[in-house]
Nanobody, 127 residues
Framework: QDQLVESGGGLVQAGGSLNLSCAAS????????VGWFRQAPGKEREFVAT???????????YYADSVKGRFTISRDNAKNTVCLQMNTLKPEDTAVYYC????WGSGSRNRAPYEYWGQGTQVTVSS
């Protein structure tokens, strides 16, 4: 069964770092744009970062203003994974983080183009 699985979440102090990973099974991940979104309690799911499918060279990447300069998205097609390196974490980064895949996508800030979603991984940043 095709699926996306996030990992790497956890509890970290403000100023710390985490590296989230999104792994794909059952599909050629390099053919998909991959986005990271997050959802805090009582809030809507919001865009975090995205990277284009591998047909774009160099890859196109986009970030939410709130994470620009602190988060970096990257992909390793040989491992069929996309990572989100999160540095200088803040309490407001606390949320469930989801990865999503869009076939042959250029990378979108909107949720609609993404066809497949993972179950999410919890990130908690303490002050």
């Amino acid at each position: 069964q095709d699926q996306l699985v996030e990992s790497g979440g956890g509890l970290v102090q403000a100023g710390g770092s985490l590296n989230l990973s999104c792994a794909a099974s059952g599909r050629t991940f390099s053919n998909y744009a991959v986005g990271w979104f997050r959802q805090a309690p009582g809030k809507e799911r919001e865009f975090v970062a995205t990277i284009s499918w591998s047909g774009f060279r160099p890859y196109s990447t986009y970030y939410a203003d709130s994470v620009k300069g602190r988060f970096t998205i990257s992909r390793d097609n040989a491992k069929n994974t996309v990572c989100l390196q999160m540095n200088t974490l803040k309490p407001e980064d606390t949320a469930v983080y989801y990865c999503a895949a869009d076939h042959w996508g250029s990378g979108s800030r909107n949720r609609a183009p993404y066809e497949y979603w993972g179950q999410g991984t919890q990130v908690t940043v303490s002050s």
